[in-house]
């Protein structure tokens, strides 16, 4: 006899799926891919393409022929990855085949060793991005400096990235808030232009994908801390605004922090791991040796959501 097992209430309908959910993250990448390729010309379309193609071959292989398991690349979790991952380099020539092994590492090490989708505890993209960070420093800090409106040379000259350049002692001449909010700013692909971060982060948000509290918590904390920091010495520290809007912030904020595999699932554990994470962040920019500290932050914090998950429990619906 065949027994179906009811568990307790409630039961709630939705036709909601994984698959679903990553084509639409996907689907939310779009304009910041369209903004890397105005401004970084075919390069930064090559280096996507690199990094999804890798990251969907990568997660093949390791099913078919290590886990032998039935495949999983059409859920579109592996181009999410391989899109976040490209959105984390430079749009360098010579990045085309650290961006391969940036792939294998986050396929490979960060999620497949641990099971597959939904078994991570650690964000893959950023895995990636932090091993190559670590393996070729010199490769992963060499920007190129954007031009004018759809470059199609793949020649780039180099320059210093906001960020980097007041780690040395002041920003670039000319930069405005203006500059770093469309993207007319050296950096990685995915983090120049906030307004196209936004409007990714927008939809996700109309499509109940994530929710304001990670990204309103990771934001707004580090808006305080930078600010008091400038607040007390302008000289040493940078402005809120120019934080916020040059570096990984709001990349990290939006679609990475928020991945619903390695955040907490309660809204108050959400708010203590965003906190923590804008906190860490700052720390790292003003007082590490990177000038970044977004996905180090993160992957501290994605440490810490075991803990947060136990601490912060959703309310029961019955006793």
Known sequence: MNLLNISGSPHVH???????????????????????IAYFGLNALLVSLISVVSCVLFQWLIEKFILKVPTTIWDGSAIVTGLLLAFNVPATVDMMWIVVIGALVAIGVAKMAFGGLGKNPFNPAIVGRIFLLISFPVQMTTWPQVG???????DVVTGATPLGAFKEGALPEGVTFMDAFLGHIGGSLGEVSALAILIGAIYLLCRKIISWHIPVAFIGTAFVFSGILWLVNPET?????MTILTGGIMLGACFMATDMVTSPMAKSGQLIFGFGCGLLTIIIRNWGSYPEGVSFAILIMNCLT???????KPQRFAC
């Open 14 to 36: 939705s036709d909601e799926s994984t698959k679903k959910i990553m084509w639409r993250v996907n689907l939310a990448l779009v304009p910041m891919l369209l903004v890397a």
């Open 237 to 241: 520290y940078m402005d809120p605004v």
């Open 306 to 312: 075991p803990l947060l998950n136990r601490w912060c």
């Open 148 to 154: 004018g409106l759809f470059p199609m040379s793949f």
